[in-house]
């Protein structure tokens, strides 16, 4: 038997993404893992940087200002998404320190991010936050406000939005709202879907994710 780590959880995790693009007729690879990697420390991500993982999740501007810079000078082509709530006065880190912001969904917020992606000369890629239950603890654009809102960081702030994001309410089927995201994302003329997490990530894979971000499913249970 294997001792269960992070790397064979890792795998496990790949070979699950692949079979269901299988299942779902669709390219092997065109899903991109994720890999969520908040509240873990440099020491707990290193073995799956090692395992050739690049692209990682995490939810707070601060806490990834303390572990990623180092690790971004140790590994090469490092991909790092935010997908926590941003805070109008941290878009400048924000900006400063990821690839992928997934987390728009208001207009001061798509002002700043215009402002310092200006400034800094970054292209740093875009997503805009879908409030897709529409519950009241969670971030996100209402979904009948999500086309319109994509126009208009387009229109009247410039930036470039390549995608959605959601995550769909606790203990209910996901599929009808992975169907509603991949609705929007035709409507707002979107090419990236980021939907699925530890949970149900395979159930979002049919509906056209094209990254599913995944976090205790390899690097284990939060504390
Ligand atoms: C924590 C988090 C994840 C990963 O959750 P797991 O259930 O551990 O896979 C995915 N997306 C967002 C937005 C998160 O905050």
């Known amino acids: ?18 079979a269901a693009e299988a299942e779902a007729k669709r390219e092997a690879g065109s899903v991109t893992l994720v890999a969520v990697s908040k509240t873990f420390e440099a020491d707990e991500i290193r073995p799956v940087l090692e395992a050739g993982q690049r692209v990682f999740g995490e939810n707070r501007v601060q806490e990834s200002q303390g572990k990623w810079p180092a690790l971004r000078e ?47 000369g970054r292209a740093v890629r875009l ?11 969670k971030a996100g654009v209402p979904p009948r406000e999500a086309v319109a809102f994509v126009a208009r960081c387009r229109e009247v702030h410039g930036l470039v939005i390549e995608g959605l994001m959601c995550i769909p309410p606790a203990d209910e089927h996901p599929g009808p709202y992975f169907a509603l995201l991949e609705k929007l994302g035709r409507e707002a003329g979107v090419a990236k879907l980021s939907m699925g997490m530890s949970g149900d990530f ?9 990254s599913v971000r995944v976090g205790s499913a390899i690097f284990g249970t939060r504390d």
Do not use: C, W
């Open 74 to 120: 140790a590994y090469e082509g490092i991909e790092l998404h935010l997908i926590g709530p941003l805070q109008s006065n941290k878009a400048d880190d924000a900006v400063a320190l990821f690839d992928v912001i997934e987390t728009v969904d208001r207009e001061k917020i798509a002002r700043e991010l215009a402002k310092e992606i200006a400034g800094q």
């Open 1 to 18: 038997m294997t001792a269960e780590t992070s790397t064979t959880r890792l795998e496990a995790v790949r070979a699950r993404i692949h």
């Open 127 to 137: 997503y805009v936050q879908v409030n897709i239950g529409e519950e009241e603890q």
């Open 202 to 210: 395979e159930r979002a894979i049919p509906f056209g994710a094209t």
